[in-house]
């Protein structure tokens, strides 16, 4: 979608604004977009032509969400759009479901909640049904649903202020004054709320390097890894270099990081924050695979940071088509590829160094069970990280050195953090 904004830059923000929203929230609410053709359609979404499938969809999303949008002007542009894509035929197929939504918008038959629990959260948040089972097996059904209503919601942007060249408080000021308002970000102290995102990228205290855009628990990851000036780190998965310029913030010049991924374009991303945010001479960026023992680095860093590749359930809210792509074997394919990776990076961890694992899924194969691989199977010491978190994300498991966020119940995507302590050597086999 960016690429066809940006190959039509004349379009007016406001038109841009609107494409963006209309294709957005038609991919977020496809199963329940296709659940409510079923109802009107005589035709199944399975036996509809993609294309006027993919209309009946769009059509419909905007007469529900889009209120600026008046119903009729939504069913004959439809209508007009059936016939310049060639399917005159159609037409009368296309209106008659169209209006028929709009006259029982208010009566569409969905799952029971009592007696179909699953079903009625997999149509009504859009997320497909194996999903929806794994979830409540590992959450419940009541904090399940929470957590897909949230990935609904709109999601919060949060930045990090560049502490290395301004203050929080400087931020803000200079972000107000180019119509961008802020407010203090719950649970680090030098984030911000934003209110007005779709400024970010244009103002000049992006270009100027002052702030990085990521998730707070991107932010929580860095903090928690207690890493101190002087120190040697290495940021396995990098790209695209928030947490490598989190890093270099702390270390304020000092130490080393090494900043790793597996292509030149992910490389390439984290070298443009790298410089937009004005960090140098402590730095050094390499393509390389996470996966490859590299014998040289073996026991050579004072903090290995880990975020490894995962099914990202807990972003789900702002990357709308990630739940459609993961089929039920992924996870446990996703699980053993981050074991691989952290029975080799975890040699690198200095004795008396630390291994900061985390992901941006909710999945407890990915979280959990890996916590306990690594703790039982490389052994390593899981360490408190209940002294560097507020109050109020204090909780059993911070004392043994884990966190999992939830959307929906801390106000953050999903994430999950563990940090351990090397007390020995670890060979990569």
């Given amino acids: 979608l960016k690429d066809v904004l940006d190959k039509h830059s004349s379009l007016e923000k406001r038109e841009r604004l609107y494409i963006d929203r209309l294709v957005s929230g038609t991919i ?36 529900l969400y889009m209120d600026g949008v008046p119903e009729r002007a939504s069913v004959n542009e439809a209508v007009k759009l059936c016939s310049l894509m060639g399917y005159e035929g159609l037409k ?8 028929a939504v709009c006259r029982n918008k208010d009566a569409i038959k969905w799952p029971d909640p009592e007696k179909e629990p699953l079903d009625h959260l997999s149509v009504k948040y859009s997320v497909p049904l194996h999903i929806v089972k794994r979830l409540t097996d590992q959450q419940g059904l009541k904090t399940t649903e929470r957590i897909l209503k949230a990935q609904l919601d709109s999601r919060p942007v949060f930045i990090r ?4 060249r301004v203050s929080k408080d400087e931020l803000k000021e200079l972000l107000m004054k180019e119509g961008i308002e802020t407010e203090d970000a719950p649970y680090v102290s030098s984030a911000l709320l ?21 998730d707070i628990g991107a932010m929580l990851a860095v903090i928690l890894a207690g890493i101190e000036e002087g120190d040697r780190v290495l940021d396995v998965c990098a790209a695209p270099g928030g947490k490598t310029c989190h890093v270099l913030d702390i270390l304020r010049g ?18 443009e924050n790298i410089k937009r945010q004005g960090f140098g001479g402590n730095i050094t960026t390499e393509v390389y695979d996470a996966l490859t023992f590299s014998e040289k680095d073996e026991n050579g860093f004072d903090v290995v940071i ?24 992924d996870f446990e394919a996703l699980a053993l590829l981050q074991r691989r990776i952290l029975k080799t990076v975890s040699a690198y961890v200095k004795p008396g160094g630390t291994l900061l ?9 990915e979280n959990q069970d890996n916590y306990d691989y690594i703790k039982n199977e490389l052994s390593l010491s899981p360490e408190s990280i209940k002294e560097l978190l507020p109050g ?9 050195g884990s966190i999992a966020l939830l959307p929906g119940i801390h106000l953050s995507d999903g994430f999950f953090i563990a940090r351990f302590r090397k007390t020995g050597d670890i060979k990569c086999m």
């Fill in 92 to 99: 009368g197929y296309v209106n008659g479901v169209l209006r």
């Fill in 194 to 214: 934003v209110k007005q995102p779709e400024l970010l990228i244009e103002s000049r205290a992006f270009m100027e390097g002052l702030f990085g855009i990521s």
């Fill in 357 to 365: 694992y985390s992901t941006c899924t909710i999945d407890r194969a």
């Fill in 161 to 164: 202020t560049n502490e290395s």
């Fill in 254 to 271: 000092s130490g080393e990081v090494v900043a790793r991924d597996i292509s030149e374009d992910k490389v390439r991303l984290i070298n």
């Fill in 306 to 329: 880990a975020d490894l590749p995962c099914s990202g359930l807990g972003v789900m809210g702002r990357k709308k088509d990630i739940k459609y792509r993961l089929m039920e074997e």
């Fill in 28 to 63: 977020e609410r496809k199963l329940e977009l296709d659940h409510i053709i079923k109802c009107f359609s005589s035709v199944g979404p399975k036996k509809i032509k993609p294309v006027i499938l993919m209309l009946l969809r769009q059509s419909i999303y905007e007469i």
């Fill in 392 to 400: 109020e994300l204090s909780e059993e498991s911070t004392e043994e």
